[in-house]
């Protein structure tokens, strides 16, 4: 087995003041180690085995490591035999002791919160009931799922899974479900996609895992094999094990789906498996859950994003968390989710924009949600909106209007009038575009002999005089902050949207 439930004592340790400077790493962040393990020679540290042998596991524990008041030490106890709790040494040593709201420690160490009631569910996404055979859930046409062990590195607060997590232990050997979860793929042509899932997969034996790999491996029909796992985040020291990632590779069809939820959990040690991954032939995708006090404000989420990104890990998924037990406090609302993927577009790369999804109860599968950014349509075109705010006519169709131009004005103008879109007065954008075309203006004047003191002012193609003295900058910041000029194309700044033909 991967772990022992039994916990293992630690010393009495008082809270460690926070390191200089938490916040401000750009990630990979510094590698950073608890006190309590900072004797510690490297040879163990980054050995997985004495990552978990030394991992957190009771309340007890906790006590002497982190400060509590009494009443919620108290309240956390009477949670222990609720959910298993591990915290890898490594793990662990991300948390800011002296932040009671630390997002690492949110999401590691039990909150009394979790004992407050309301709209919880076992099994949210009602996975047993898609059941198969036991261990496998097939939702989706030619996808499955396949639970393959309880155990994990670390235990989520928020885990959507703790109906299977909480089952203690588990066998080693193949059992006759593993097998008769190979069966029913090998049996079932239209699976072309299995998720090998848990708990967590890389907490398995290897001559467990390597099972699952091979015989997935030799079935033709199957294109594809995800392995979900949060050892990349949670104990990174798994993967320095050539063996392991041999094994991984061997399999050839293999997909990591991995876990960052925090900006912090991106470390030089995640950076280093994650790039030994993706140099043996594995891409790597990361799901991330909105979670209130770790990662629901906009700032927080743009560096986790680019973090990723740096690590070259693509943002896949941000879930709304689901309405699992004992996880209320982490949800928030679905106008928060819209108000950070609002500020993602547009705003960063493609590349590093996850797609925002709700997975929807009574086993709906994931339901993409995003801000509106169709503002109205009609027989012949859309209006659609970017992340500007601008609003563009859009005629998708090669095909003659169907009206005549009706006198109108607004989005209405741009369905049947004459105006094809609608700039926001103050654009950042059309000022850099303004920026250009004086410097071009300037240039072209400069080289017919027209520059110089002797001409005090000259319009440019928008209406802006030029004149002596007056930087570019300047002169563009002006015709950034809207004076009312208008161009040649019919642009004007006015109070709100500027027409532009």
Not at 303 to 320: A, S
Not at 412 to 439: D, F, K, V
Not at 472 to 480: E, G, I, K, S, T
């Amino acid at each position: 087995m991967f772990e022992s439930d039994a916990p293992d004592p630690l010393p009495t340790q008082s809270a460690i003041p926070a390191a200089s400077g938490f916040e401000d790493d750009e990630p990979p962040s510094l590698p950073r180690r608890h006190s309590l393990w900072a004797n510690v020679p490297d040879a163990q540290w980054n050995d997985w085995r004495w990552q978990t042998q030394n991992s957190v596991r009771s309340v007890r524990q906790l006590r002497n490591l982190l400060p509590f008041a009494p009443d919620e030490l108290e309240a956390i106890g009477r949670l222990e035999a609720d959910f298993k709790l591990a915290i890898p040494p490594y793990y662990f040593s991300l948390i800011d002791p002296t932040d009671p709201a630390d997002p690492i420690r949110l999401q590691s160490v039990p909150s009394p919160l979790e004992a407050v009631s309301g709209y919880e569910l076992e099994d949210p996404l009602e996975e047993d009931k898609d059941s198969p055979v036991p261990g496998l859930t097939h939702r989706y046409p030619d996808r499955v799922l396949m639970i393959t062990t309880p155990n994990c590195s670390m235990y989520c607060r928020y885990c959507t899974r703790k109906r299977a997590t909480l089952t203690r232990g588990g066998w080693e050997g193949v059992s006759a479900d593993d097998e008769r979860m190979i069966e029913y793929v090998r049996k079932t042509p239209a699976i072309r996609d299995v998720i090998v899932s848990g708990g967590d997969p890389l907490t398995l034996p290897i001559g467990k895992l390597r099972y699952y790999l091979e015989n997935l491996k030799a079935i033709d029909h199957v294109d594809v094999i995800r392995i979900g796992t949060r050892v990349p985040v949670t104990l990174p020291q798994r993967l320095f094990d050539n063996e392991l990632v041999d094994l991984l590779a061997s399999a050839e069809k293999v997909y990591i789906q991995t876990h960052f939820n925090h900006p912090r959990e991106i470390t030089p040690e995640a950076a280093r498996v994650c790039k030994t991954l993706l140099r043996a032939g594995m891409p790597i995708n990361n799901h991330s859950v909105l979670l209130k006090g770790v990662n629901d404000d906009l700032g927080t989420m743009r560096q986790l994003l680019r973090g990723l990104l740096r690590i070259k890990v693509r943002p896949y998924y941000l879930f709304h968390c689901d309405p699992v037990t004992g996880a209320g406090h982490f949800r928030t609302s679905v106008w928060k989710g819209l108000q950070i993927m609002e500020g993602l577009r547009g705003h960063m790369s493609g590349i590093g924009i996850p797609t925002y999804v709700v997975d929807s109860p009574h086993g709906g599968g994931k339901i993409p949600l995003m801000p509106n950014y169709m503002v109205s349509m009609s027989d012949d075109a859309v209006v659609l909106r970017n992340y500007e705010g601008m609003l563009v006519r859009y005629q998708a169709e090669d095909k003659p209007t169907s009206g005549t131009p009706t006198a109108t004005r607004g989005v209405s103008n741009l369905l049947q009038g004459s105006q094809t879109q609608l700039m926001p007065e103050g654009s950042e954008r059309m000022a850099r575009r303004r920026a250009i075309q004086i410097a071009e203006h300037t240039e072209a004047m400069e080289t017919h002999g027209c520059g110089g003191d002797s001409h005090h002012e000259h319009a440019g193609n928008d209406g802006a005089a030029l004149r002596p003295g007056v930087s570019l900058p300047v002169l563009a910041a002006a015709h950034a902050n809207g004076n009312g000029h208008a161009n040649g194309n019919g642009y004007k700044n006015g109070n709100g949207y500027g027409a532009h033909d």
